[in-house]
């Protein structure tokens, strides 16, 4: 007698790890891009022990699965149906900060026009860097609009380095122009916020804005990279 | 979890063995998903489409499914290898490969925990199956303990989000180590056989029975008992995660005992890979290194996903009792090497 419980939950589970590695970009909102051929690979295994075990049990005695199994079927239903978002201001604002490492060295900025920055780097030459290169010149960053309980706002980053459950955050306050509406992703034009002492610890973290675009979430919103 | 109430008939299409399944049982199911779907749609209707998408919930969702996927691959890996274990390596191999005597082999599978890159999703399976093939328990568990939390990619991660401290990693490996071994000959001598769930006492290979057979049977149990417990797990550890807010923690940092048993604290709820929690770690800086390295020592051992899975696997009485004890012996053991080498 054929039992079908299991292969179908072997089958739902594999089609889910399928569905958000070879169709779409919706495993980045979880994990890690070096984790991905392995979740396809997952996949294709469950699958083929799904088929399988359609094959098999036809002789004989068919299990029915452990009770437990069932708890499978909500995040496989979800990953097929409707994926959860990338995680976005809710986290970012109860999120330890992300620690920035210490530079050795900065490379030498463009003579002119503006400078493209992930918010590492800014952060790194803001609070580490001697030299000062960054005073009155002008930075572009990109990153997620999270709001702050005073009316202000932050320009945010979450990075992961294994999967979602670890994010950290990095934040850049904005000055100067009002808060676009929490999770939208925008690359700020703007330049340093003039508080502190540039290149110590004392100087803020924060930007002065003189415009503001919208763009669209990137590929893989956990990788911290300076605007196009 | 509600999924398990609603959902009566996995039980009954089990044990039925003398005249066969009775014919509702099939359909049961059905009736089963069908209900599922009317008490969906009647939520719905009363306001669970805009609860679902509230920005702590969808969060909530995230982790919670971020868990689970990050950890599918491991858990895959670990039942395959498992189940390769249980049909196809006869048991006098282990008993060549390990010492007669469980006090001695008890250490050695401490070290060779180092041999089994993975997270800990994957040695929970692999440990049940060592048990099976006669391997003494105790051995078992230290290899059980010892495997997420010593492997090359761990104390890699370690070395890099600790630069220029290499007594953390040396720390690390130390006090892993000391907990698996110590928690072993705890077993040894006080475990009793009997909080094992029996199925854990099962032998492997049956004579006459194809082993191929056997290999797809025993992965398709495993696996789909494992990732439901991984599934309840991953809730668990994500509700955590998203709703018990950071700022409680760090309040408490200050007092040095204090702030190593919050960190233990959080280690257990977070349920972080162990290839990824020195950096959280690393990024707890209001805390003492002595702290954070009891978080890394108790994470990969001790985690609300990981004693799902050892629920699951070894039975409640045993998962309980285990983790109980082994969060009491990693804190000692982090504590103790801590104020030795940081």
Redesign the interface.
């Known amino acids: 007698?054929k039992?079908?419980?299991?292969a179908v939950?072997?089958l739902l589970?594999g089609a889910a790890?399928l569905r958000?590695t070879l169709f779409g970009d919706v495993?980045l909102?979880?994990?890690q891009e070096p984790?991905r051929p392995?979740?396809a690979?997952?996949g294709a295994?469950?699958i083929l022990?799904a088929a399988?075990?359609r094959v098999?049990d036809g002789r004989g005695d068919g299990?029915?699965?452990?009770?437990?199994?069932?708890?499978?079927?909500?995040?496989a239903l979800?990953?097929l149906c409707w994926?959860?978002?990338?995680?976005?201001?809710?986290?970012a604002a109860?999120?330890?900060?992300?620690?920035v490492?210490d530079y050795d060295h900065f490379d030498p900025l463009p003579t002119h026009g503006a400078v493209h920055l992930s918010l590492t780097e800014f952060t790194a030459r803001v609070q580490q860097e001697e030299a000062q290169s960054l005073r009155g010149r002008t930075v572009v960053l990109s990153g997620f609009v999270t709001p702050r309980t005073d009316g202000a706002w932050d320009l945010s980053r979450l990075l992961v380095?294994?999967?979602?459950?670890?994010s950290?955050s990095l934040t850049v306050r904005m000055h100067g122009i009002h808060s676009p509406a929490?999770d939208t992703w925008v690359t700020v034009t703007g330049t340093w916020h003039p508080s502190g002492t540039l290149g110590t610890t004392s100087a803020a973290v924060a930007l002065n804005v003189d415009s503001l675009q919208r763009i669209p979430e990137p590929k893989r919103p956990y990788v911290d990279r300076p605007p196009a | 979890?509600h999924?398990?109430d609603t959902?009566p008939?996995?039980?009954?299409?089990?044990d039925d063995p003398v005249d066969?399944?009775p014919r509702t049982s099939?359909s049961l199911?059905l009736v089963g998903a069908l209900s599922v779907l009317l008490l969906l749609a009647l939520a719905w209707a009363t306001g669970l489409g805009a609860w679902l998408a509230r920005?702590?919930v969808?969060?909530w969702?995230?982790?919670?499914?971020?868990?689970?996927?990050?950890a599918?691959?491991f858990l895959?890996l670990g039942t395959?290898v498992s189940g390769a274990v249980a049909a196809f390596v006869p048991a006098h191999v282990f008993q060549r490969l390990l010492p007669r005597r469980p006090a001695l082999a008890v250490p050695v599978a401490s070290v060779a925990g180092v041999a089994l890159p993975g997270c800990e999703c994957a040695s929970v399976p692999v440990a049940n199956s060592l048990i099976r093939r006669g391997v003494t328990p105790s051995a078992a568990f230290a290899f059980l303990l010892s495997a997420p939390a010593v492997n090359p990619i761990v104390l890699t991660?370690t070395a890099v989000a600790f630069?220029g401290s290499p007594r953390m990693v040396a720390a690390r490996l130390i006090a892993s180590l000391a907990t698996s071994a110590v928690m072993g000959w705890l077993w040894l001598r006080f475990g009793r056989a009997q909080w094992l769930r029996p199925a854990v006492r099962h032998t492997g290979h049956q004579p006459g029975a194809s082993r191929w057979?056997e290999f797809?049977?025993g992965?398709?149990?495993d696996?789909?008992?494992a990732?439901?417990?991984l599934?309840?797990g991953?809730f668990a550890?994500?509700t955590f995660?998203?709703f018990v807010?950071?700022s409680v923690l760090d309040s408490l940092s200050t007092s040095p005992w204090l702030s190593v048993l919050v960190l233990a604290l959080l280690a257990v709820v977070?349920?972080?890979?162990s290839?990824?929690?020195a950096?959280?770690a690393?990024?707890?800086?209001g805390f003492s290194p002595t702290a954070r390295l009891a978080f890394m020592v108790v994470g990969p051992m001790v985690d609300l996903k990981l004693m799902a899975l050892q629920a699951?696997t070894f039975g409640k009485s045993f998962a309980l009792r285990f983790s109980a004890a082994t969060a009491v012996v990693a804190v000692i053991s982090a504590a103790v090497t801590g104020w030795w080498l940081l």
């Open positions: 007698m039992h079908p419980v299991p939950l072997l589970v790890l958000i495993a909102r979880y994990v984790l392995y979740l690979v997952t295994v469950l022990a399988l075990s098999r299990h029915g699965p452990p009770r437990t199994a069932w708890l499978l079927v909500p995040p979800a990953l994926a959860p978002p990338a995680l976005g201001s809710y986290t109860r999120n330890n900060p992300k620690i490492a380095s294994c999967c979602a459950a670890d950290q929490a | 979890m999924q398990d959902v008939t996995a039980p009954l299409a089990h066969g399944r099939r199911p920005p702590d969808r969060a969702q995230t982790v919670c499914v971020a868990i689970t996927v990050q599918m691959p895959v395959l991660s630069p057979e797809r049977q992965f398709q149990h696996f789909l008992h990732g439901g417990y599934v309840l991953a550890a994500a995660n998203v807010p950071r977070l349920a972080v890979c290839e990824a929690d950096f959280v690393a990024s707890l800086t699951g």
